[in-house]
């Protein structure tokens, strides 16, 4: 007999042979500052869980009250079943959060992106695209059938061009970026995109997947930091990162919600998120709104500084990160993964990146930073990342 799947095993094999086969770890704790992996205790460099709230208790009590009240599940889609007040309650609690007059919960940051780009734009119009922007936003652009033109990473120069020649082909436009770039942790000029989508008649709609609760004095995100919350059209940021849950959202205008509520495939057809999600949200919502937060935030911010000056000091490139996600170039995959089992052995867990995350010859290990993490923890890990390098690389 012949095996059917025999060219999925060849296509494997021909991964591992390339070294970017994916191997998924075991964790048996809470994604703290210190993690079991795999059975041994080891320090946590590869989690969202930026402010430590996915383990908070006031989350943990809120999301454990609402099941009890609401169940575990939502029942069915909100189009059919009906909302939970819940829902309805993180919304209004997201949309002031954000500075937005309407907000939507969404099951995860990847169908936030499948559901609202597809939602506003389609054949006709074009959307302009940081060369870096995330896979669910890329996926997202494809799905809508736009134009999609990419424009250089983090330059608004190329962008005014890429508008001056370009935008008069199209009807409608968007441009999208992260606000915290997932693999490089620098972030995008929003003041100058907001001019420029101003110029050009265009939708500017940032993805603060990862600056939503850490960045700006009360952690609105990346558009808080460059001091243009207001001006962005287009809120997307997930409750699964700093805010310790899970799921995402878009605030925006009313009339921009009420589109996906009635054209988004990704809102309409699938299960909302479950009633312990919407209430541990608004529980970290009020937590990085405190002051409590703001002491959180200075204290990753402080974390964050430590790590990546030790590094610089030891020579490595940073690749222009400027936030708690910190990137160490080391370009092949194979070192890369020598670093990474030799970290792990040294107690130290975090991710060598590789294709297709990155581009070929871009590989690094990312590190991300925790407002828990120690001081001397932090010097520790930089060590062994220095010496690993030293050892390992090309
Ligand atoms: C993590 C991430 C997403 C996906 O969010 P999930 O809730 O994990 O699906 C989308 N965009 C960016 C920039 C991200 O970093």
Redesign the pocket.
């Known amino acids: 007999m012949t095996d059917k799947l025999a060219w999925i095993t060849k296509a494997l094999n021909e991964l591992r042979e390339k070294k970017l086969y994916n191997t998924i770890r075991t964790i048996d704790s809470p994604q703290g500052a210190w993690l079991t992996v795999d059975g041994r205790k080891t320090l946590n460099f590869c989690s969202?869980n930026y402010l430590g709230l996915a383990n908070d208790p006031r989350l943990t009590e809120a999301a454990t009250a609402a099941i009890e009240q609401f169940g575990v599940g939502p029942g069915a889609v909100r189009t059919i079943a009906g909302t939970m007040s819940l829902h309805v309650a993180l919304e209004k609690r997201l949309a002031e959060f954000k500075e937005a007059k309407a907000a939507i919960a969404l099951q995860?940051?990847?169908?936030?992106?499948l559901a609202v780009i597809p939602a506003l734009v389609s054949r006709g119009d074009a959307i302009f695209s940081d060369e870096l922007n995330?896979a669910?936003?890329i996926d997202g652009c494809r799905l809508s059938r736009a134009e999609i033109v990419r424009y250089t990473h983090n330059n608004p120069n190329d962008l005014r061009t890429i508008l001056a020649n370009k935008r008069g082909q199209y009807n409608r436009a968007i441009i999208i970026t992260?606000g915290v770039f997932?693999m490089d942790g620098d972030m995008a000029p929003l003041a100058q995109l907001c001019d420029l989508k101003e110029a050009y008649d265009a939708l500017l709609m940032v993805?603060d997947?990862?600056g939503t609760g850490v960045l700006g004095r009360t952690g609105r995100g990346t558009g808080e930091y460059c001091d243009c919350l207001a001006r962005i059209d287009l809120h997307m940021g997930?409750l699964?990162?700093a805010l310790g849950c899970?799921?995402?959202y878009l605030a925006a205008a009313r009339v921009v919600i009420d589109t996906l509520i009635n054209h988004s495939r990704a809102f309409i057809f699938s299960t909302s998120l479950p009633p312990g999600v919407p209430a541990a949200a608004m529980a970290a919502i009020d937590l990085v709104d405190s002051a409590e937060g703001l002491g959180l935030r200075a204290k990753l911010e402080a974390n964050r500084a430590q790590l990546a000056q030790a590094l610089m000091a030891g020579g490595m490139d940073l690749l222009g990160s400027s936030t708690q996600i910190i990137p160490v170039l080391t370009r092949d995959p194979v070192p890369t993964m020598q670093m990474t089992a030799h970290l792990l052995e040294a107690g130290i867990f975090l991710q060598g990146i590789r294709p297709p995350t990155v581009a070929p010859g871009l590989c690094r290990l990312r590190a991300t930073v925790m407002a828990s993490h120690e001081a001397l923890d932090l010097e520790r890990a930089a060590e062994q990342i220095l010496a690993v390098y030293r050892e390992f690389a090309p």
């Open positions: 969202n995860s940051g990847f169908a936030a992106n995330h669910s936003i992260d997932s993805d997947a990862h997930t699964g990162k899970a799921g995402a």
